[in-house]
């Protein structure tokens, strides 16, 4: 398996007290949870979920049946079920996700299909609540008057 086709950047020998990546080729089938804590480039093929804090690579030749809850996800090949991320969730062009979409960021690049519904609820310490009063109610706003004949 050339993992060059998977990331971007080379992978760099393990520092011991850092986080490891960890491998899963595209000729492993597994029924049941993934969980892991730092980082997992998985490409072969899982039924049931993926559970992590760490940091998710789905591969080109991976097929996913289940639901994905980690910190953040790069998708390059099929899922099938939601996934939610705390952070950044990114679907490549080679991607196919069928399922619903919950993350910080979302980066779709031109080419992936995604079949679901998307939900991006950005860092709450980011959003500008407006100065002045809030907005009256629609009970306080002056209703119309109906005209006299």
């Known amino acids: 398996m050339n993992l060059n086709n998977l990331t971007t950047k080379p992978m760099a020998e393990p520092i011991p007290g850092a986080g490891t990546k960890n491998v899963l080729a595209n000729d492993v089938e597994i029924k049941g949870t993934i969980k892991f804590e730092s980082e997992l480039i998985f490409d072969g093929k899982v039924e049931g979920e993926i559970l992590s804090e760490g940091t998710l690579v789905i591969g080109k030749n ?7 809850k980690t910190k953040s996800v790069t998708v390059h090949g099929t899922v099938f079920g939601n996934i939610t991320v705390t952070e950044k969730a990114e679907l490549k ?8 979409l919950k993350a910080t960021r979302i980066i779709i690049e031109e080419g992936a299909t995604f079949i679901g519904k998307s939900e991006v ?3 709450k310490a980011a959003i500008k609540q407006p100065s002045g009063p809030a ?15």
Request: hydrophobic content about 30%; cysteine-free; glycine content about 6%.
């Open 121 to 123: 609820t950005p860092n």
């Open 62 to 68: 991976a097929e996913v049946r289940g639901e994905v």
């Open 93 to 100: 062009a080679s991607s196919q996700l069928t399922g619903d």
């Open 135 to 149: 907005p009256a109610s629609m009970d306080q706003r002056k209703q119309p008057q109906p005209m006299a004949a």
